[in-house]
């Protein structure tokens, strides 16, 4: 059974760099598409990035390119996204998640981690 903890979050000014990760355990990574999701308060989840469990290419979102960069260690079952140039709008809960294929529609993984918060604040 497909296992993700997040980690990482935390406080970070407007314009500062942070990097969530994602530890992934009782599958072979590469076998799924890890996807990077986000949450924030009255708001619908919404996907940032996806890396692909055919070729490895990263897909990111439109506010999400040029900024954040998601990447896996298959070797350590790790997933990352680095995120820089953050804006308060990025406050959010970052999920990752596993899937059969890449798709910012939440409802097409079954795979969760629990989520860790990311605050921009000035």
């Known amino acids: 059974q497909v296992q993700l903890v997040e980690s990482g979050g935390g406080l970070v000014q407007p314009g500062g760099s942070l990097r969530v990760s994602c530890a992934v355990s009782?599958?072979?990574?590469?076998?799924?598409?890890i996807a990077w999701f986000r949450q924030a308060p009255g708001k619908e989840r919404e996907g940032v990035a996806c890396?692909?469990?055919?070729?490895?290419?990263?897909h990111y979102a439109y506010f999400a390119k040029g900024r954040f960069t998601a990447s896996r260690d298959n070797a350590e079952n790790m997933v990352y996204l680095q995120m820089s140039s953050l804006k308060s709008e990025d406050t959010a809960v970052y999920y990752c998640?596993?899937?059969?294929?890449?798709?910012?529609?939440?409802?097409?993984?079954?795979?969760w981690g629990q989520g860790t918060q990311v605050t921009v604040f000035s």
């Open positions: 998640a596993a899937g059969d294929f890449c798709t910012f529609y939440s409802g097409g993984y079954s795979n």
């Open positions: 890396i692909s469990n055919s070729d490895g290419s990263p």
């Open positions: 009782g599958v072979t990574l590469n076998h799924y598409a």
